[in-house]
């Protein structure tokens, strides 16, 4: 099993700053992708992103593509979500999910982070 706790999130101006852990622990995958997601109040949830094992590759939603950076510190089992720019249409639940591959189904979740974009 595996546990992933968010950290990070609150309010935020928008076009300040805001970064977003991930903490993994228990068994894991052996060489896991992980994503980030995001749900706002009366919308489906949606992928912001996905980073592969190492870190060598990541994906974006055009939505946050050029803003919202992720990257990931194997040592730490920590995966981070770095918004810049962030704009009131970025308010949301954040989660992050844990799948054995980059396209591969999402199997853990974590409880996600309410982060807050203020005009």
């Known amino acids: 099993q595996v546990q992933l706790v968010e950290s990070g999130g609150g309010l935020v101006q928008a076009g300040g700053s805001l970064r977003l852990s991930c903490a993994a622990s228990?068994?894991?995958?052996?060489?896991?992708?992980m994503g980030w997601f995001r749900q706002a109040p009366g919308k489906e949830r949606e992928s912001v992103g996905t980073i592969n094992w190492n870190g060598g590759n990541t994906y974006y939603a055009d939505s946050v593509k050029g803003r919202f950076t992720i990257s990931r510190d194997n040592a730490k089992n920590t995966v981070y979500l770095q918004m810049n720019s962030p704009k009131p249409e970025d308010t949301a639940v954040y989660y992050c999910?844990?799948?054995?591959?980059?396209?591969?189904?999402?199997?853990?979740w974590g409880q996600g982070t309410q982060v807050t974009v203020s005009s």
């Open positions: 228990g068994r894991t995958f052996s060489r896991p992708a």
């Open positions: 999910a844990c799948a054995a591959r980059v396209g591969g189904t999402y199997d853990y």
